[in-house]
């Protein structure tokens, strides 16, 4: 048993998912353990009903990492790394005197959770999470003493400019000529899935206002907390290494000339024009590291932390610069200092050659490795491009050197692998543009250093690349750049996806961490180098997806199927290809070995890049099948004017006189109190027999506009029924104070054909009798209702979408039928439980009761998506499978397996779909087509009875068609 087990990420992860069970429904045990904000947070990021509703949620890596940090955090009290490890990896720390004395250091006397998260799986949106946590927690758990420490503040560092970059652009939105745009952050563009509605506005206010850069941390007044974004350089008492590339394992130590530089005197320096600026700023470059020291709490994030901790060369363990000042940040603070660790490779390397080991972080609280997150999909596949000229020559893979070690140029090597992939490049750019115009490939060159990668430059010149089509990102090249210059080069290296050029990147290890590119297809690692961590952040740069859309899903899978079965993929959809080197062998026979990485060779199988991907577009004609969706975007209304009642058009009561109403006082029930036990009566009252009772005039008169009112606009019911066909009318605008005025001049003038007085000798309890009060709410509703007139303002205006907007469909050639009465030439069906969808794709186009139909794909005919409220009441959307056009009727189709009917989501979408079709069949019949819209939801076994039977399309779809329900009418489309 040893650290490298990760036996406390295991044991911690066991325990939180028996303790989350029941959480995607909102009773997990863990809801009872926390406090309620964190209670609110848990809810609206893994609850299913918030899930459904949204486009994009946590994937379960994420979710675990999550949820062992609160657990571990908060249910656990912050324990510190020993304290975890003897709640939940007893047994570990006892084998292993080296581990406690590892974790007795003052380094770890402070809460400290390690996520060990691959590359390109979305660590960011877990830091976002956790401080999203940790500061509502901290303003809203009302002072309680919960026996955890939440902060306000917060320090993340990043390893270098490229990851700090990000990092702004993650909280603080692009920079464009000066200023950042928040709308462009990861926060505000994925808000649904951060921050519930309740506390969105809060953490906006606070993330915006409370953001310090680098040059800030200390001098930006915040109020409320504080999140400061450094780069490690703070941390050591540097400035920015420019030579970023010579830092070759984690952990190096600083090279002199960098020591030279912290303790020289302060000096401007030329470069600066002498700029006093400059000199202010280095003279307060250590009060940075005092003011975070002076905070009473503080939450750090280390992203990519692995370049933080320790090495260890001939047995002495070396602290590096900015683990010191984390230690010295942390004095004091105990709990109050939490340290939370993100990296893909969590590790140090120890010894060489032979006896080169890995130790593992030993406060590893999640593992979610390469290997896992290749097989769920989260990144790109894996493949070795094996070329034949490669595998047949041997050849020397390092740069030509002369005697003294200067590089003259390249090998025979490194040009034979630089020609291998800028020929898969160039294959893959002319697949994927004929699938997507807009899907860019890119190939990344990783050089020996910054010497090689001009001659990398001078090979590409040489092959007929222009300099547009290449960019070099080293510290070479940003030494020869003016500042400006070089931020013009960084914006378009950060925008790399979206343009055609550059088609090639080149870098040392400048690129190594936090480039966050989708595109990146074709590796080239000229380094020879065989630092495992290396060589894992080198591959880390293609890992990210850039076919995300369902419709690839299927291809994906096949592809990783195939490779784990050691077989060639079928297509390079979202495929990283490496072009083999030697020095890498052994790191790629461990993943080929798990059937994690495939090989490829000169010609991929299935008819190139894409495989059996087709792109298909718009039919010659299509005008004729095309359906427009209406969407109604206002209604006619309906206005109610009143004209002034005139008392004497009220009629005056005269089925008894004053003196018998008189009389008739007071003869209602009466009621006598007996007592229990002795049979003694007491307390004689009356219940009037009116058909209402007051205790007094002014209550009658209030009570009378009451009822009047109610009577108008009809009472409310608990039949959803009856209340849909209430609801169909408007409500009577009554106005009740007039209402209540004119009641009581009818009561004192008209009522009794001449002047009454109803505070006379309680003369207003006459008021109270049942054929008096009848009257005077008959007379009072017959007059309101004939005052008002109601008359129709405006038209409806209604647009329409139509499925032509969409001008191109990706879909597998092998699942997609060709048809004709659609305005795509082909259409897809599903590769798993398909069937169904095929077969009613044949059966319409061949059926002449079928004018147009058409398969909706929901990720891009979104617009056809209709809402409905789930089964727990929260809002979701969901499209139909199909939209079939009649001589008479448009349907909109949903095909249903055996068994799936029933499900009460199901039933919600057919009352939402049903209502929606009854809104449109209200409008005038040009504006919907001149057809009548219903809904079908159509089973798998009325289908194939229906179809065997040799019956008409139209006759089933009519037959099956649901009838308008009567509950609530949902009046938009979206």
């Given at each position: 048993?040893?650290?490298?087990?990760?036996?406390?990420?295991?044991?911690?992860?066991v325990?939180?998912?028996?303790?989350c069970?029941?959480?995607e429904?909102?009773?997990?045990?863990?809801?009872?353990?926390?406090?309620?904000?964190?209670?609110d947070?848990?809810?609206?990021?893994?609850?299913?009903?918030?899930?459904?509703?949204?486009?994009?949620?946590?994937?379960?890596?994420?979710?675990?990492?999550?949820l062992?940090a609160?657990y571990a955090?908060?249910?656990?009290?912050?324990?510190?790394?020993k304290?975890?490890?003897?709640?939940?990896a007893?047994?570990?720390?006892?084998?292993?005197?080296?581990?406690?004395?590892?974790?007795?250091?003052?380094?770890?006397?402070?809460?400290?959770?390690?996520?060990?998260m691959?590359?390109?799986?979305?660590?960011?949106?877990?830091?976002?999470?956790?401080l999203?946590?940790?500061?509502l927690?901290?303003?809203?758990?009302?002072?309680?003493?919960?026996?955890?420490?939440?902060?306000?503040?917060?320090?993340?560092?990043?390893?270098?400019?490229?990851?700090?970059?990000?990092?702004?652009v993650?909280?603080?939105g692009?920079?464009?000529?000066?200023?950042?745009?928040?709308?462009?952050?990861?926060?505000?563009?994925?808000?649904?899935?951060?921050?519930?509605?309740?506390?969105?506005?809060?953490?906006?206010?606070f993330?915006?206002?409370?953001?310090?850069?680098?040059e800030?941390i200390?001098?930006?007044?915040?109020?409320g907390?504080?999140?400061?974004?450094t780069?490690?350089?703070?941390?050591?008492?540097?400035e920015?290494?420019?030579?970023?590339?010579?830092?070759?394992?984690?952990?190096?130590?600083?090279?002199?000339?960098?020591?030279?530089?912290?303790v020289?005197?302060?000096?401007?320096?030329?470069?600066?024009?002498?700029d006093?600026?400059?000199?202010?700023?280095?003279?307060?470059?250590?009060?940075?590291?005092q003011?975070?020291?002076?905070?009473?709490?503080?939450?750090?994030?280390?992203?990519?932390?692995?370049?933080?901790h320790?090495?260890?060369?001939?047995?002495?363990?070396?602290?590096?610069?900015?683990?010191?000042?984390?230690?010295?940040?942390?004095?004091?603070?105990?709990?109050?200092?939490v340290?939370?660790?993100?990296?893909?490779?969590?590790?140090?390397?120890?010894?060489?050659?032979?006896?080169?080991?890995k130790?593992?972080?030993?406060?590893?609280?999640?593992?979610?490795?390469?290997?896992?997150?290749m097989?769920?999909?989260?990144?790109?596949?894996?493949?070795?491009?094996?070329?034949?000229?490669?595998?047949?020559?041997e050849?020397?893979?390092?740069?030509?050197?002369?005697?003294?070690?200067?590089?003259?140029?390249?090998?025979?090597?490194?040009?034979?692998?630089?020609?291998?992939?800028?020929?898969?490049?160039?294959?893959?750019?002319?697949?994927?543009?004929?699938?997507?115009?807009?899907?860019?490939?890119?190939?990344?060159?990783?050089?020996?250093?910054?010497?090689?990668?001009?001659?990398?430059?001078?090979?590409?010149?040489?092959?007929?690349?222009?300099?547009?089509?290449?960019?070099?990102?080293?510290?070479?090249?940003?030494?020869?750049?003016?500042?400006d210059?070089w931020?013009?080069?960084r914006?378009?290296?950060?925008?790399?996806d979206?343009?055609?050029?550059?088609?090639v990147?080149?870098?040392?290890?400048?690129?190594?961490?936090?480039?966050?590119?989708n595109?990146?297809?074709?590796?080239?690692?000229?380094?020879?180098?065989?630092?495992?961590?290396?060589?894992?952040?080198?591959?880390?740069?293609?890992?990210?997806l850039?076919?995300?859309?369902?419709?690839?899903?299927?291809?994906?899978?096949?592809?990783?199927?195939?490779?784990?079965?050691?077989?060639?993929p079928?297509?390079?959809?979202d495929?990283?290809s490496i072009?083999?080197?030697?020095?890498?062998?052994?790191?790629?026979?461990?993943?080929?070995?798990?059937?994690?990485?495939?090989?490829?060779?000169?010609?991929?199988?299935?008819?190139?890049?894409?495989?059996?991907l087709?792109?298909?577009?718009?039919?010659?004609?299509?005008?004729?099948?095309?359906?427009?969706?209406?969407?109604?975007?206002?209604?006619?209304?309906?206005?109610?004017?009143?004209?002034?009642?005139?008392?004497?058009?009220?009629?005056?009561?005269?089925?008894?006189?004053?003196?018998?109403?008189?009389n008739?006082?007071?003869?209602?029930?009466?009621?006598?109190?007996?007592?229990?036990?002795?049979?003694?009566?007491?307390?004689?009252?009356?219940?009037?027999?009116?058909?209402?009772?007051?205790?007094?005039?002014?209550?009658?008169?209030?009570?009378?506009?009451?009822?009047v009112?109610?009577?108008?606009?009809?009472?409310?019911?608990?039949?959803?029924?009856?209340?849909?066909?209430?609801?169909?009318?408007?409500?009577m605008?009554?106005?009740?104070?007039?209402l209540a005025?004119?009641?009581?001049?009818?009561?004192?003038?008209?009522?009794?054909?001449?002047?009454?007085?109803?505070?006379?000798?309680?003369?207003?309890?006459?008021?109270?009798l049942d054929?008096?009060?009848?009257?005077?709410?008959?007379?009072?509703?017959?007059?309101?209702?004939?005052?008002?007139?109601?008359?129709?303002?405006?038209?409806?205006?209604?647009?329409?979408?139509?499925?032509?907007?969409?001008?191109?469909?990706?879909?597998?050639?092998?699942?997609?039928?060709?048809?004709?009465?659609?305005?795509?030439?082909r259409?897809?069906?599903?590769?798993?439980?398909?069937?169904?969808?095929?077969?009613?794709?044949?059966?319409?186009?061949?059926?002449?009761?079928?004018?147009?139909?058409?398969?909706?794909?929901?990720?891009?005919?979104?617009?056809?998506?209709?809402?409905?409220?789930?089964?727990?009441?929260?809002?979701?959307f969901?499209?139909?499978?199909?939209?079939?056009?009649?001589?008479?009727?448009?349907?909109?189709?949903?095909t249903?397996?055996?068994?799936?009917?029933?499900?009460?989501?199901?039933?919600?979408?057919?009352?939402?779909?049903?209502?929606?079709?009854a809104?449109?069949?209200?409008?005038?019949?040009?504006?919907?087509?001149?057809?009548?819209?219903?809904?079908?939801?159509?089973?798998?076994?009325?289908?194939?009875?229906?179809?065997?039977?040799?019956?008409?399309?139209?006759?089933?779809?009519?037959?099956?068609?649901?009838?308008?329900q009567?509950?609530?009418?949902?009046?938009?489309?979206?």
């Open positions: 048993m040893s650290v490298n087990d990760l036996t406390l990420a295991k044991n911690l992860t325990r939180v998912n028996d303790l069970v029941g959480l429904t909102g009773e997990a045990p863990i809801l009872e353990m926390v406090t309620g904000v964190t209670r947070l848990l809810v609206w990021w893994f609850s299913l009903s918030h899930i459904d509703a949204r486009e994009f949620n946590y994937h379960p890596g994420q979710r675990q990492a999550i062992n609160i955090h908060e249910v656990l009290k912050a324990p510190l790394p304290d975890l490890y003897a709640e939940l007893a047994d570990e720390l006892l084998a292993s005197a080296g581990l406690i004395k590892e974790l007795s250091l003052p380094k770890n006397a402070h809460p400290k959770y390690c996520m060990k691959a590359t390109g799986t979305g660590k960011t949106w877990v830091l976002q999470a956790l999203i946590w940790q500061y927690n901290a303003k809203h758990h009302d002072g309680q003493d919960t026996g955890t420490t939440f902060s306000t503040n917060f320090l993340i560092v990043a390893p270098g400019l490229i990851v700090y970059d990000r990092l702004l993650a909280f603080l692009k920079e464009h000529e000066g200023k950042r745009n928040f709308e462009t952050s990861d926060l505000a563009k994925f808000q649904s899935l951060f921050v519930p509605d309740t506390y969105r506005q809060e953490i906006f206010s993330v915006q206002g409370a953001v310090a850069t680098k800030d200390g001098r930006k007044v915040t109020g907390g504080l999140i400061a974004i780069n490690w350089h703070l941390l050591a008492g540097l920015e290494v420019l030579n970023e590339e010579t830092i070759v394992d984690p952990g190096q130590a600083i090279e002199p000339d960098q020591v030279v530089e912290s020289f005197p302060l000096r401007p320096g030329r470069s600066a024009g002498n006093l600026n400059q000199l202010d700023q280095k003279y307060l470059s250590g009060s940075e590291l003011y975070l020291a002076d905070l009473e709490s503080l939450v750090v994030f280390n992203d990519e932390a692995h370049r933080i320790a090495v260890k060369k001939a047995g002495e363990t070396t602290e590096v610069e900015w683990q010191k000042s984390l230690t010295y940040i942390a004095e004091g603070k105990g709990k109050h200092f340290q939370v660790d993100f990296s893909a490779t969590p590790y140090n390397q120890i010894g060489s050659g032979m006896s080169l080991t130790a593992m972080f030993p406060h590893i609280v999640v593992d979610f490795d390469l290997k896992t997150a097989r769920a999909g989260l990144v790109k596949s894996l493949v070795l491009d094996k070329r034949k000229e490669i595998a047949s020559l050849l020397d893979f390092k740069a030509e050197r002369d005697e003294k070690g200067k590089v003259i140029g390249l090998s025979d090597g490194q040009r034979v692998m630089l020609r291998a992939g800028l020929t898969k490049l160039k294959k893959l750019e002319e697949d994927f543009a004929r699938l997507d115009p807009l899907r860019r490939p890119k190939m990344m060159v990783m050089c020996e250093d910054t010497d090689v990668s001009p001659h990398v430059e001078g090979f590409f010149r040489s092959e007929g690349l222009s300099n547009e089509e290449f960019l070099r990102v080293d510290s070479g090249k940003k030494d020869e750049l003016k500042k210059d931020n013009r080069v914006e378009r290296l950060f925008d790399v979206r343009h055609p050029e550059p088609r990147i080149i870098s040392v290890l400048m690129l190594r961490e936090g480039f966050d590119v595109n990146i297809c074709v590796i080239v690692p000229l380094r020879s180098t065989q630092a495992q961590i290396l060589l894992e952040q080198t591959i880390g740069r293609g890992l990210r850039m076919w995300r859309e369902a419709e690839y899903t299927d291809t994906k899978i096949e592809n990783r199927q195939l490779i784990r079965q050691s077989k060639e079928n297509s390079l959809i495929v990283l072009i083999e080197h030697p020095a890498f062998m052994e790191f790629y026979a461990e993943l080929m070995k798990e059937g994690l990485v495939g090989e490829t060779t000169d010609e991929t199988p299935g008819g190139g890049a894409t495989g059996d087709i792109s298909v577009g718009l039919r010659e004609g299509y005008e004729e099948y095309d359906i427009g969706i209406p969407f109604i975007l206002e209604e006619e209304e309906e206005t109610v004017s009143r004209k002034d009642i005139a008392l004497e058009k009220l009629a005056s009561f005269e089925g008894f006189t004053l003196a018998q109403l008189k008739l006082v007071g003869k209602g029930d009466k009621f006598t109190s007996h007592d229990v036990e002795t049979g003694k009566m007491f307390g004689d009252y009356r219940v009037d027999g009116g058909i209402m009772t007051a205790t007094g005039y002014n209550d009658y008169i209030a009570r009378l506009v009451n009822r009112s109610l009577m108008l606009t009809e009472p409310l019911t608990e039949s959803k029924r009856s209340y849909a066909n209430m609801a169909k009318f408007p409500y605008q009554i106005e009740k104070p007039k005025g004119l009641a009581d001049r009818y009561i004192r003038q008209r009522l009794f054909s001449g002047e009454f007085a109803p505070l006379e000798d309680e003369n207003w309890r006459m008021l109270l054929p008096v009060a009848t009257h005077v709410i008959t007379q009072l509703a017959r007059a309101i209702m004939a005052a008002e007139e109601t008359r129709i303002e405006g038209e409806t205006v209604v647009n329409h979408r139509y499925l032509s907007e969409v001008a191109k469909l990706s879909m597998r050639e092998s699942f997609s039928v060709e048809v004709v009465k659609c305005i795509y030439p259409l897809p069906y599903p590769s798993q439980s398909g069937n169904l969808e095929k077969n009613f794709i044949l059966w319409a186009d061949a059926d002449s009761t079928v004018d147009a139909f058409c398969k909706i794909n929901e990720q891009r005919h979104h617009f056809t998506r209709l809402r409905y409220l789930k089964d727990d009441g929260l809002p979701a969901y499209s139909p499978d199909f939209v079939v056009r009649s001589k008479d009727c448009i349907y909109l189709v949903e249903k397996a055996k068994g799936q009917i029933s499900h009460p989501n199901v039933q919600r979408k057919k009352m939402a779909a049903v209502n929606w079709c809104n449109i069949n209200r409008l005038p019949a040009e504006k919907r087509g001149n057809r009548e819209w219903h809904y079908v939801l159509l089973s798998e076994a009325t289908f194939y009875e229906w179809r065997d039977k040799n019956a008409r399309m139209a006759e089933m779809l009519d037959f099956a068609r649901l009838r308008e009567t509950g609530a009418v949902q009046t938009s489309l979206l």
